[in-house]
């Protein structure tokens, strides 16, 4: 059974950084595509970006393209998303997520993952 465990949430002040790291087991992670999506209470899910194991270039939702970068650690089967240049619209809790199989941006974003992690909550002050 795939298990996603994320970490690195926080309070933080506007311009500031986080790390959100996504650890996973229970599966060939090499097969998989995976990414983050936040959500704000009473809000819709909201896609930030995915990536495919095995060709790691990230693709990214334009509302956090050149702040947020996802990467991956192979030896420990874990992925990461970096936050840079914080807002307070940033606020909200973050899902990392995976799927078996290879998978556009186009439908991650339409479908979300079969598997999430519990959510980490992120708070940015003004």
């Known amino acids: 059974q795939v298990q996603l465990v994320e970490s690195g949430g926080g309070l933080v002040q506007a311009g500031g950084s986080l790390r959100l790291s996504c650890a996973a087991s229970?599966?060939?992670?090499?097969?998989?595509?995976m990414g983050w999506f936040r959500q704000v209470p009473g809000q819709e899910r909201e896609f930030l970006g995915t990536?495919?194991?095995?060709?790691?270039?990230?693709d990214y939702a334009d509302s956090v393209k050149g702040r947020f970068a996802i990467s991956r650690d192979s030896a420990n089967n874990t992925w990461y998303l970096q936050m840079n240049s914080l807002k307070p619209e940033d606020t909200a809790v973050y899902y990392c997520?995976?799927?078996?199989?290879?998978?556009?941006?186009?439908?991650?974003?339409?479908?979300?993952?079969?598997?999430w992690g519990q959510g980490t909550q992120v708070t940015v002050s003004s």
């Open positions: 997520g995976a799927v078996l199989g290879s998978r556009s941006i186009h439908t991650i974003r339409r479908t979300g993952f079969d598997f």
């Open positions: 990536m495919r194991w095995r060709t790691p270039i990230p």
């Open positions: 229970g599966g060939t992670f090499e097969r998989y595509t």
